[in-house]
């Protein structure tokens, strides 16, 4: 059971990173400030401030988030908003001061963010004031060539700016704060609105929010990819058991026996030998077929088997009618290995496959022709996969970890408020009407979201724990 706990938090911890890195990534490349990346939800168990980005780690595992400046439901900048921006820009200042060797490294632990904010903000202020020549002849710690590059190790940025100068006219950080977040000054706004989500362009915020699907679908045929290149185990075409009753028996077939081709076809594969059969739609085949004897040498028969049609269970849960000759594998298997253009070619396509495979799927349970309750599985069933899998192999768990990337990926583009597609549906609404959706309206879309997935979260998880009960 441990290893299927840790098989499922690794899995779906690289699965959450490659979707919200797409966020990220692409939030970056608009212009976006992002304020946190979070594996995992609050509460925040650790985390580390790089550059303008909080990376962390929260201690509910059901996903993750990046939190851009503005993300949320809002026409503009409320109060508090704004003062949440200003923080930031503190806590750039003082990293930027701790870089420059300026802040002691250990200097938070001799008092609070306000204490080092006002020490710095201070120092440039004079820095400053010198560099131009406007000292007022009061003595200084900071020498007249002191300076913001000196400081900070980089110029000020205009926003940063504005904060300082109001720190200066308001005598602390904290009034300052208080003052810009409740008179919200045009240029201060102007610069907040360059970074934050909500105030981008139409086409920037789209491709930000479809970035996150996208990333868990192209990392599907790389994952394939790596696995082809790695090996991966493969059945030989080596018969098992022959039930009597079937047409295999009743044509020659014995446990042992290796099929090599089919009505001429070569075979190297169990799944080429069963997707030849299948195909045949009832037809006479001729097997050639190696046979040990006696004396342990290889002989070579040519039989004629007429497949049978029956009904089999399908991946989707029902039953399909499909053509056998009632033969199982014996399990002798060989790793078969491709360089990287062959990996990378039928990695593409393994992960079309794939994608194909979910959509025929996802439409089966619409039409309800695959029970709910039989198709969708929660935490539970992905941990007992998950195991399984990892005691398999690589390969076997990576691509399990493909097709939960796939899912992942496409449901991600449903249109349910919410989720990525939800947005983008917002988006394609704003799009047609050339301005946004009210922002009651948008509140209201986002609440029913909730609930949807709140009921859905419950059903899969009652669901999967009456399968273990039952």
């Not at 939030?27 to 995992?40: D, H, I, N, Q, Y």
């Not at 030849?276 to 009832?282: F, I, M, N, P, Y």
């Not at 849960?317 to 039928?346: C, H, L, M, N, Y």
């Amino acid at each position: 059971m441990i290893t299927s706990i840790v098989a499922a938090v690794i899995i779906f911890a690289v699965l959450i990173v490659v979707h919200e890195a797409g966020h990220f990534a692409m939030a970056k490349r608009m212009g976006v400030r992002v304020l946190r990346f979070s594996v995992g939800y609050p509460p925040r168990i650790f985390g580390i401030r790089y550059g303008e980005t909080d990376y962390a780690v929260g201690a509910t595992p059901l996903g993750g988030y990046v939190k851009m400046l503005g993300d949320e439901v809002a026409e503009e900048p409320s109060s508090g908003t704004l003062l949440g921006y200003i923080k930031e820009l503190l806590l750039d200042l003082e990293e930027a001061g701790r870089h420059a060797k300026w802040i002691a490294k250990d200097a938070a632990d001799e008092g609070t963010i306000k204490t080092i904010a006002d020490e710095l903000v201070g120092g440039i202020a004079e820095g400053t004031r010198a560099a131009a020549g406007e000292a007022d002849g009061a003595g200084t710690a900071i020498t007249q060539s002191a300076s913001a590059q000196a400081v900070l190790g980089r110029e000020l940025k205009p926003e940063e700016r504005i904060v300082l100068e109001a720190i200066e006219r308001a005598g602390s950080v904290s009034r300052a704060c208080e003052i810009l977040s409740e008179e919200k000054p045009s240029a201060l706004v102007e610069r907040y609105n360059a970074k934050a989500f909500p105030s981008q362009p139409l086409h920037k915020r789209f491709a930000i929010v479809l970035a996150g699907p996208a990333s868990n679908i192209i990392f599907a045929p790389i994952l394939m990819a790596i696995v082809f290149m790695v090996g991966v185990p493969t059945l030989l075409p080596v018969l098992g058991t022959i039930p009597k009753d079937l047409p295999a028996y009743a044509a020659g077939l014995r446990p042992g026996d290796r099929v090599v081709a089919v009505d001429g076809t070569r075979v190297k594969s169990w799944d080429k030998l069963s997707t030849l059969v299948k195909a045949s739609d009832g037809s006479p085949i001729k097997l050639t077929v190696e046979r040990k004897s006696a004396n342990s040498s290889v002989g070579t028969l040519d039989l004629t088997v007429v497949p049978k049609r029956v009904d089999e269970p399908t991946i989707y849960g029902t039953k399909a009618p499909t053509w056998v000759i009632g033969v199982t594998p014996s399990g002798a298997e060989i790793t078969q290995r491709e360089g990287p253009f062959a990996a990378v070619r039928d990695g593409v396509a393994e992960s079309a496959g794939m994608c194909a495979t979910l959509f025929v799927g996802i439409a089966k349970i619409i039409s309800g022709a695959t029970p709910v309750r039989q198709a969708l599985g929660g935490p539970i069933m992905i941990a007992q996969i998950a195991g399984r899998e990892a005691r398999q192999g690589f390969s076997d768990v990576a691509m399990f970890t493909v097709m939960l990337s796939l899912e992942l990926g496409i449901i991600n583009l449903f249109p349910i408020p919410l989720l990525d597609g939800g947005h983008l549906l917002f988006f394609a609404i704003e799009g047609v009407k050339g301005e946004p959706m009210k922002l009651r309206h948008r509140e209201i879309a986002m609440q029913v979201g909730l609930f949807l997935l709140a009921i859905l979260m419950a059903f899969v998880i009652v669901n999967d724990i009456s399968r273990l009960v039952g």
